[in-house]
C-alpha cells in the first residue's frame, strides 16, 4: 500500500480527469491498471496487476502544471514547457532507477522504472495495511509505548540504511510510513525523485518538497545544505505527532520566533510521557533542535540512545574497545620500551666498540711512535757509526796523505834532478838512447 491507499479502502478514491482509466495497459501488457488511487504536484498513484496477476503499485510522472494527457500520451502543455517537461520525466526516472537498488525489509521495493505514453513510471510493492497517520488518528487504535518504541526502531533501521547508500528520504512523515498486517513500518514515498524534479525544472521550484511541521527549515530554502539530521527531524516531527496527536510547530514559524528573540513555539516531550524512557524522549526532543548541528546526528546514534539493549551492548563494546585500545597502547609502551631498551643496547655496544677501537688505535699510535722512535734511534746510531767511520776514513786518509807526501818528497827530488839532467843533455843523446832500444842511464 503506498501513500492515498487509505482512501481507497476506505471508499474515498478521487477521480482525476488525466488519470489513465482502469484497464489501461502499460508496457506492452506487462502492467494492467485497476485503479487510480491519488495525485499530486509531481504526479499519479495507480493500483494495478502485473503480467503474474500480483497487485502492485503505479507511480506515473505528470507534472500537471506543465503537462497533460492527450490520447494517452503525456504531453507538455507548450512549446515553451517541452524542455522543462522532458527534464522533469529524465530526472524522474533516473532518481527512480537509483533508488530502486534500495534493498531493506522496512522500505517499500521498486520492481521496475520504465518509460511508455511518453513518460516515466514506477512500479512498487503493494503493501496492506494502514499508514500511521491513519493509524493515530483512528480514536479506535491505540499504540502500546512498545509498538511506538519498535516502529520508531526498524523506522530507524531503515533511514541508516538509505544514508549509507548516500540516499536521502527528503519526505518522511506520518503519511510516508505504511503499518503491515505484523505491525512492521514500510517507508514510501521518496522525496528525493521530487527534489530532482524541482531542480531540473523553473516551473516546479515553486512546489517545494515539503509539509510543514515536519520538514525542517533548510528543505524550504532552495540549495540549502541537507544531510542525515534532515531526514531525523523530520523522523521527529513525526513521532512527536504519534505522542502528542498533532504535528510540532511549524520549523519556520520556529526559526523567525527564534531570530525575532522570541520564545520558541515548540514544546518539549521530555518528562510529559511517563510511560516512556527519558531517554526516548530526549531523542525526539533533540532530533527536533531548529539548527542541524544541534540534533542527533545519525540515525545509528539515535537507536542507540533509545535501545536499551543495543545502548548496553554500545557501552560494553565501547568498553571492549577502549581496553582493545588500552592494550594497543600498553603494548605500544612496551614495544617502544624495548625499542629504547634496545636502542640505549646499541648506544652502548657502539661506545663500547668505539672505546675498544679507539684503545687500539692509541696502542696503535703507541707502538707505531715506539717503532718510530726505535728506528730514529737506530738512525742516529748509525749516523754516528757511519760518522765515526768517515773519522776513521778521514785519520787513515789524512794519513795516507802523509805517507804519500813523505814518499813524494823522497822521490820528488831524483825525479826533479833527472828532469834537470835531460834537459841538459843533448836532444841527440836522448833521441839516440830511445832508439837503441835500451833504457837511458840518465833517465
Not at 336 to 351: G, L
Not at 370 to 378: A, G, M, N, S, W
Request: aromatic share 6%; glycine share 6%.
Amino acid at each position: 500500500m503506498d501513500a492515498g491507499q487509505h482512501q481507497v479502502e476506505s471508499g474515498q478514491a478521487e477521480s482525476f480527469a488525466d488519470a489513465l482509466k482502469p484497464g489501461t495497459e502499460l508496457l506492452h501488457g506487462q502492467f494492467r491498471i485497476e485503479k487510480f488511487l491519488n495525485a499530486g504536484g509531481f504526479g499519479m498513484t495507480y493500483l494495478a496487476r502485473d503480467s503474474l496477476d500480483r497487485m502492485v503499485v503505479i507511480k506515473e510522472c505528470f507534472p500537471s502544471s506543465m503537462c497533460c494527457r492527450n490520447d494517452g500520451n503525456v504531453m507538455a502543455r507548450s512549446r515553451q514547457h517541452q524542455a522543462e517537461f522532458d527534464a522533469v520525466v529524465k530526472h524522474f526516472g533516473a532518481e527512480a532507477r537509483r533508488l530502486s537498488k534500495l534493498q531493506h525489509p522496512n522500505i517499500v521495493g521498486i520492481h521496475q522504472v520504465f518509460e511508455d505514453n511518453m513518460t516515466a513510471y514506477m512500479a512498487l510493492d503493494f503493501v496492506r495495511g494502514r499508514d500511521l497517520l491513519d493509524t493515530i488518528e483512528d480514536t479506535r487504535m491505540k499504540l502500546h509505548p512498545r509498538d511506538v518504541k519498535d516502529i520508531l526502531l526498524k523506522c530507524l533501521e531503515a533511514v541508516h540504511y538509505i544514508h549509507t547508500n548516500d540516499v536521502l528520504h527528503r519526505d518522511i512523515s506520518p503519511d510516508n510510513i505504511l503499518i503491515d498486517g505484523k505491525g512492521n513500518p514500510v517507508l514510501i514515498d521518496f522525496g528525493a525523485a521530487k527534489e530532482e524534479a524541482t531542480r531540473a525544472s523553473r516551473a516546479l521550484s515553486a512546489l517545494h518538497v515539503v509539509k510543514d511541521g515536519y520538514s525542517p527549515h533548510e528543505f524550504y530554502i532552495a540549495g540549502s545544505t541537507q544531510d542525515a539530521s534532515s531526514d531525523l527531524y523530520s523522523l521527529g516531527a513525526t513521532f512527536y505527532h504519534v505522542l502528542t496527536g498533532r504535528a510540532p510547530p511549524d520549523s519556520q514559524a520556529r526559526v523567525s520566533a527564534i531570530a525575532s528573540d522570541r520564545p520558541d513555539p515548540y514544546r518539549p516531550v521530555t518528562g510529559k510521557f511517563p510511560q516512556f524512557e527519558d531517554a526516548f524522549l530526549q531523542a525526539i526532543d533533540k532530533a527536533l533542535n531548529v539548527f542541524p548541528p544541534d540534533r542527533i546526528q545519525t540515525a545509528r546514534e539515535w537507536i542507540e540512545q533509545v535501545d536499551t539493549e543495543r545502548r548496553r551492548s554500545a557501552a560494553m563494546a565501547q568498553a571492549e574497545l577502549d581496553r582493545q585500545i588500552e592494550l594497543s597502547i600498553s603494548k605500544l609502551v612496551q614495544e617502544t620500551n624495548k625499542a629504547v631498551q634496545a636502542d640505549i643496547k646499541a648506544q652502548e655496544s657502539k661506545a663500547i666498540a668505539e672505546k675498544k677501537e679507539a684503545q687500539r688505535l692509541q696502542k696503535l699510535a703507541q707502538e707505531q711512535a715506539r717503532q718510530r722512535k726505535k728506528t730514529l734511534d737506530e738512525l742516529a746510531m748509525l749516523d754516528d757509526q757511519f760518522w765515526q767511520e768517515e773519522q776513521e776514513r778521514a785519520r787513515e786518509a789524512a794519513s795516507q796523505r802523509s805517507a804519500q807526501s813523505a814518499h813524494d818528497e823522497i822521490h820528488g827530488t831524483r825525479r826533479k834532478k833527472r828532469s834537470l839532467l835531460s834537459r841538459i843533455l843533448p836532444f841527440g843523446l836522448l833521441r839516440g838512447t830511445f832508439r837503441s832500444g835500451g833504457r837511458s842511464d840518465y833517465l
